[in-house]
């Protein structure tokens, strides 16, 4: 099915100002299903629209001022070919900036503008990743800026002037963004600490085992293969124990033979036997341990 197109005719009135013929006018006509956006002479403001509601938007600025000067929005049904009357207000610009005590700027700060009189683009913006926030469309009046920065609050009046591009820089005196990195600075402060930390321990016990296994070349053959086998699996488990029949397995000496040996690196002070039921626990003696 085909929309029916119809034409509408845009008429525009400036308050105390008559004279506004040939301006080039920025325009932006939106729908549910479109929108359309350039700029068109005031007088020739004539667009084919199809049935249905439209929110219309004029914005013009006077070559001789630094910011947009008139503005004016309304939302309206085109049903028939139609003249749609427009008000074009006096409005001005603002740009703000939010930094803190250190001067960081500070990014996604909500701030809310309100103004004394009740038309243009006024409420909530957030700055951006540099701290800033551009407010443009704004009615020429008094109006009040807050914001805040956890428990901090800031509020202040700024007049708004047609054409101009004020500019504010909000400081946080007594607030600094760097805390923020505070945990992460003692995260990694902590991670770096145990790494390190765990690097010494290893050396530690590499050096012990190193003194060990110094020790362990003035033994006889069967004695350094018991003694590093031992080394070896109670690294796994310092304060542990290796039982006998794991010894002969790990090994592959024959139990008689490692009854003897074991019974001979006690005598030395190597390594203590626990025996309990059929079972013997052998662990290194504390002086052996120190070594």
């Known amino acids: 099915m085909t929309e029916t197109v119809i034409s509408v005719q845009l008429n525009i009135t400036i308050l105390e100002q008559q004279d506004f013929e040939n301006k080039v006018i920025d325009y932006k006509i939106t729908s549910d299903k479109s929108e359309i956006k350039g700029n068109s002479l005031s007088n020739a ?3 084919d629209l199809e ?5 219309i938007t004029l914005t013009y600025d006077y070559p001789e001022t630094g910011g947009y000067d008139l503005w004016g929005t309304i939302r309206t049904e085109v049903k028939n070919n139609t003249i749609v009357k427009m008000v074009l207000l006096p409005i001005g610009s603002i740009d703000i900036k ?3 005590k250190n001067n960081n700027a500070l990014k996604n700060v909500p701030i809310k503008i309100e103004c004394d009189k009740k038309y243009g683009l006024q409420g909530y913006y957030y700055t951006d990743e540099f701290g800033s926030v551009r407010a443009d469309f704004l009615p020429v009046s008094s109006c009040i800026i807050k914001t805040s920065v956890e428990e901090f609050i800031y509020e202040s009046n700024i007049n708004i002037t047609q ?6 820089i909000i400081k946080f005196k007594e607030y600094s963004s760097d805390k923020k990195n505070n945990g992460i600075i003692l995260l990694i402060g902590i991670v770096t600490f145990i790494i390190i930390a ?6 530690i016990k590499k050096k012990k085992n190193t003194t060990k296994k110094n020790i362990v070349q003035f033994l006889d053959s069967k004695e350094q293969k018991i003694i590093n086998f031992l080394i070896d699996e109670l690294q796994k488990n310092p304060d542990g124990y290796v039982n006998q029949n794991k010894i002969i397995y790990g090994t592959g000496i024959a139990k ?3 009854i003897r040996i074991l019974e001979n690196l006690k005598r030395k002070d190597i390594i203590t036997i626990e025996k309990i039921g059929k079972m ?12």
């Open 45 to 47: 403001l004539l667009f």
């Open 51 to 55: 049935q249905g509601f439209y929110d």
């Open 280 to 291: 013997k626990k052998i662990k290194f003696t504390e002086n052996f341990n120190k070594k």
């Open 98 to 100: 939010i930094i803190d």
């Open 198 to 203: 765990h690097i010494i321990v290893v050396k």
């Open 256 to 258: 008689t033979s490692i």
């Open 163 to 168: 054409g101009t591009k004020s500019e504010t």
